[in-house]
């Protein structure tokens, strides 16, 4: 029987290119959805800067985002469990905000 697992996995070649793989650098996120979808946005946000760009936008199922979040958590308690717990300004300051509005539905990160 776990011969006949093993026959039906099925093996994924990822291809990364050299440009892709230096990835891109954000520190904001924004998150939109609809009854079909979830549009997560990267923002690189700079201090004294009025404008924030976003330099990448991933679209996905809202099935893929429930597993992307899965994947998420379980890899954010494995660094914790090796570095140790990250602080984030949300546990200092629960009333702090970032003053963006892009409209459409609204969510956080």
Known sequence: MEDNNKENEQ??????????AE?????????????SEFILDFIRLMPGVPRAKVKARIIITPEHAKRLVAALKDNIEKYEDQYGPIQSNHDADPSFNFPISFGGPGGEA
Do not use: D, P, R, W
């Open 23 to 35: 990835g891109v650098y954000s520190n904001l996120a924004m998150i939109a959805h609809s009854n």
């Open 11 to 20: 093996q994924i070649n990822v291809e990364l290119s050299e440009e892709m």
